[in-house]
């Protein structure tokens, strides 16, 4: 068998990459449902840190259910359109999940949010006091901002500083503005945001203001 | 030959020390300053280094009589990335929390120079039970480097070890801070530099003139 002719190795490159491709596939079918299972405690781990409670991961579905008492869909008009379950997968576009939580007897609501970033998606729950306007808590993730800049969106000292602040003034929607340490945001409540993570900032006040536009109908309604 | 001859001891050991990757070679750099700044995720990545230099060695030594000699790089590394999206999905399953922390390092395994380095240079050329020995020295002598700078960086940065509490919190009350610029990847480079200072005292024919 000659190794250097043509026939040879287009058809060693061509079997080893049919052989290859099976393997991966076996093994990710293999190990989805442990992947799914580790997601899924993920999200709820973030959905928990969002009412500030920090759980590790092995803890988050039995505190989950024991604190989020119903979960639902709403479409732009504040209509519920799905379920607990739907809910929890994350809906279509225009559609978007809350989740009602009971801290202390009393109710919270969490809402997610998605954005974009300096490299990649930005995503997070925010809760609210049952006045549907005081921020109770936040949580942020991200895919890939710059470790130590803008990946500080993920740590208590930027996120803690939400709490307390109202979306709406006056009964005007304004979100919460991240603006630059040290200077302000007129007309809205605002936090600092991460120096040297000028862009991710900027995507985190984006947003609040794009996802929470979302949830407006829901968040003026009396119910 | 036994199967562990004199031959494939110098095999399995030599890179722990003398012919040690990151130390002697100078390879793998990037992700020792990356991965090391806990001991957990360090421990991991050198566990995921050795399993899929170990078992690349393998496949490629079984190989080496049939690779066309024109595409053996694209062939090593097929194989160096099948390996590495599999360790990826294990630790998906398995190991989520330290998955998210190594986050793109694991699939930048693939351009550990490590591993490329030893596939060439060694499994195309030996059988493969010497290059499952070479592959897993080669990975333990990567851990053994990582494992202490992250040892040295998680006690001095953060205080902890595998994320328990061992400086006591006496310390703290009489002033210990914990020193934040070790966490940064250039205080790795500055540990790697003082392990290699160390490591060319006590091997002398190491040292450079």
Redesign the interface.
């Known amino acids: 068998m000659n190794r250097d002719s043509n026939v040879y190795t287009v058809v060693y490159a061509s079997v080893m990459v049919i052989l290859v491709a099976v393997l991966l596939a076996f093994t990710s079918q293999s190990l989805r449902s442990y992947q799914k299972a580790n997601e899924d405690n993920d999200k709820r781990q973030q959905i928990l840190r969002s009412i500030n409670v920090s759980v590790p991961a092995n803890e988050a579905e039995a505190k989950y259910n024991e604190l989020i008492k119903d979960a639902f869909l709403i479409n732009i008009n504040g209509e519920k359109v799905g379920d607990a379950q739907a809910a929890f997968t994350g809906g279509q576009d225009g559609e978007f999940p809350v989740f009602v939580a009971n801290v202390d007897g009393q109710t919270k609501y969490i809402m997610a949010m998605n954005g974009a970033g300096l490299w990649g998606p930005l995503w997070g729950y925010i809760s609210v006091d049952s006045d549907k306007n005081t921020v109770f808590g936040t949580d942020f993730s991200h895919a890939g901002e710059t470790p130590g800049l803008g990946a500080e969106i993920t740590k208590p000292a930027f996120s803690s500083q939400f709490a307390g602040k109202q979306i709406f003034k006056n009964g005007e929607f304004k979100s919460i503005a991240v603006v630059k340490p040290g200077k302000s945001a007129a007309g809205q409540d605002y936090v600092d945001g991460i120096s040297g993570g000028t862009i991710t900032s900027q995507g985190v006040s984006n947003m609040l203001f794009d996802s929470l536009k979302g949830y407006e109908k829901f968040l003026t309604s009396k119910e | 030959m036994g199967l562990l001859s004199n031959k494939n001891k110098e095999v399995l050991l030599g890179p722990l020390s003398a012919n040690n990757p990151v130390v002697v070679q100078m390879l793998g750099i990037c992700s020792a300053l990356a991965v090391t700044s806990k001991l957990e995720p360090a421990i991991v990545m050198g566990i995921s280094v050795t399993a899929v230099v170990a078992f690349a060695n393998v496949i490629i030594s079984l190989l080496r009589n049939?690779?066309?000699?024109?595409?053996r790089i694209?062939?090593q590394l097929?194989?160096c990335a099948?390996l590495v999206?599999?360790v990826s999905?294990?630790l998906?399953?398995?190991a989520?929390?330290v998955n998210?922390q190594l986050?793109?390092f694991v699939g930048l395994i693939i351009t550990n120079c490590i591993l490329m380095g030893r596939l060439e240079a060694f499994a195309l050329g030996n059988g493969p039970w010497e290059s499952f020995l070479d592959g897993i020295g080669n990975g333990l002598g990567y851990a053994l480097i990582l494992v202490i700078v992250g040892f040295f960086r998680e006690l001095l940065g953060s205080g902890t070890l595998l994320g328990f509490q061992v400086i006591p919190q006496a310390f703290y009350d009489l002033g210990y801070v914990n020193n934040g610029l070790v966490i940064?990847p250039p205080m790795a480079l500055i540990f790697i530099a003082v392990i290699i200072w160390v490591h060319r005292i006590k091997n002398k024919e190491l040292q450079e003139n």
């Open positions: 049939t690779i066309p000699n024109r595409i694209i062939v097929v194989v099948a999206t599999i999905e294990v998906k399953a398995f989520y929390d998210k986050s793109v940064l």
